[in-house]
């Protein structure tokens, strides 16, 4: 897992039942083609089965 302390500005997201990895990208960067930031931010490898509710996500280089 990579450590919060490799990113000097991020947010943490908690999964929410139903949402997607594309989702998430979407919200935070305007593009769901950037969910492969969150991605490798996060180690997951497959996101249809390593996402979950209640998953706590680092979301990388966010500037609000």
């Known amino acids: 897992t990579c450590s919060r302390n490799s990113y000097h500005n991020y947010l943490i997201h908690t999964v929410l039942e139903g949402e997607t990895i594309q989702n998430i990208a979407f919200k935070y960067y305007g593009d769901s083609g ?31």
């Open 34 to 64: 950037f969910w492969g930031v969150i991605a490798d931010a996060n180690d997951i490898l497959n996101p249809f089965e390593d996402l979950h509710a209640d998953m706590e996500l680092i979301i990388p280089n966010y500037g609000g």
